[in-house]
């Protein structure tokens, strides 16, 4: 099924699955995906929640992106825990930065206890240094 079928079926959890470029076979199909999402809100959460347990890390990246722009505070705790598990599990450090981006955006203090500790011990210099940026974020946000 194409991404413009997935939207008139309103089929979130495909849309979900085509943020990944294992799935979609274009830039331009993630990009759609993303948008209808993105423009879903609310009903979007959920599916892109459980898109953060993603195999493919452009997937997770492009999941905690979209729920940053939505910015529903359910996704909060499943951001920290997505930030956390991707430095946990030696994932790749793109769906972490979607996850501490997303969290920057978000602005919310529940994650400023992990935003701090992957500020000190992230896998990364860009790692560290974007967790600090959302930890200030988050701060001026006060």
């Keep these: ?14 849309l979900v699955r085509a943020l990944s470029p294992k799935v979609s076979a274009t830039t331009e199909e993630i990009k ?3 948008d209808a999402l993105k423009a ?17 890390d452009a997937a997770r990246y492009n999941a ?4 940053g722009e939505i ?13 956390e598990d ?13 996850a501490i981006r997303a969290l920057a955006k978000m602005g919310d203090s529940r994650a400023q206890d992990a935003l701090t ?14 967790a600090a940026i959302a930890l200030e974020a988050i701060r001026s946000r006060r």
């Design 1 to 14: 099924m194409s991404v413009r079928e997935m939207i008139i079926s309103n089929d979130l959890v495909g």
């Design 32 to 34: 759609i995906a993303f």
């Design 64 to 67: 905690a992106k979209c729920l």
């Design 117 to 130: 500790f992957t500020s000190k011990n992230g896998s990364s210099a860009q790692v560290c240094n974007d």
């Design 40 to 56: 879903m809100g609310e009903p979007a959460v959920l599916p892109l929640i459980e898109g953060l347990g993603d195999p493919d």
């Design 71 to 83: 910015g529903d505070t359910r996704a909060v705790e499943p951001l920290v825990a997505c930030m």
């Design 86 to 98: 991707c430095e946990s599990n030696g994932w790749f450090a793109i769906g972490q930065l979607g």
